[in-house]
């Protein structure tokens, strides 16, 4: 049986505003009333798009408290930012003076390569790849340049793998890191069809030697996997945009490889968004055909689940319902959250510690189900 969940409704004047920067010119802003000023702000402060969205829109003086929030942000992220390239330097250098074999993924792989300009694309965290057998020894040089784990409760440990990364860490700047094993989910796929092709076709990025990152090619792929299939675009459109920044910086050519893509799963998904790319590239504002593509993407989009409510205090923000189906058996996911639980918090089935933490988890698992229900 299908479950339910709700997600923030977006109109047409909110859907072009966000994705305006796919469009070849300035997204001219119509009047917006309080409650969409204050979702905007919102949604560009959860998602890191305010620079995507100044460079992108043509605000006027009815938007001043809307633009100067935005650019606000856009301001706290740039810091941040330069913050995240000194400890991605740091993380390198050691890594390459250890002699191990790594690569940066996503947004850190694509600013690195110079594919967007300076503080325009802000990352959540660093993903780093690292060959397997190499974890351990990567994991210990993190901790030496002052990384841990998140959650206080995980242990100094990575004996417990699950999915395709360890817990997140951080260090004393706030820098999030995920360190990855590989590059896919083990539940999309039992081997990793891309892991050892983004080492063996690994390369310095375009505007620092020390930063070795994926081919153009890997890089497009993994996007569109990370963005449509691991995380059903629960992370925004900033792999549009990815896609979109790749797609003008090769002078409006698709650097992919089709066989890669199909091996992946994602051809369907990639010229959807391809479609879309190229046709808003040539418009000034979105057409009717645009719309349509649009409309198509989000169609099968988490984008804007909500957690909890209200998400904007005093909101009167419209939500709209969507159904989250579950593919595995009652029994499959059981046994998945407590896998879960021992990687999080990397503890043996045998300690105490990890049944205190199950049902923890277990609670709090159930209190957000029941706020995403109708």
Known sequence: MPNFAKKIKLDRTLKELFLSFLLNGKYEAPILSREQQKLISYISEQFLISGFILKSCDFNLRHKSLVEQLKYQRRIQSVKQMIVKNDLNDIAQNLNDKGIEHAFLKGTALNADGIYPSGLRFSRDIDLLVVEDSVGEAYEILKSIGFKYRNKHTEDSIEYKYGHHFPEMINENNTKLELHWRATHAKDFKTCPITELMFYKRQVSGKNSEIYCPN??????????????????????????????????????????????????????????????????????????????????????????????????????EYERFKHERTSSSIATIIMKIRIVRHLYQVSYFSIKFYFLLILHGFKFFKKMMRTKF
């Open 216 to 317: 153009i090619e890997l890089t497009i792929t993994h996007i569109v996997y990370h963005g449509m299939i691991a995380h059903r675009m629960d992370l925004g459109p900033l792999f549009l945009f990815d896609l979109a920044a790749i797609f003008s910086y090769f002078d409006k050519r698709w650097p992919i490889n089709e066989q890669l893509l199909e091996t992946m799963g994602v051809a369907k998904q990639f010229d959807i968004c391809r479609r879309l790319v190229e046709q808003a590239s040539s418009e000034q504002r979105f057409s009717e055909k645009s719309n349509q593509l649009i409309n198509e993407i989000l169609e099968e989009s988490t984008w804007l689940r909500l957690t909890s409510e209200p998400v904007i205090a005093g909101s009167s923000i």
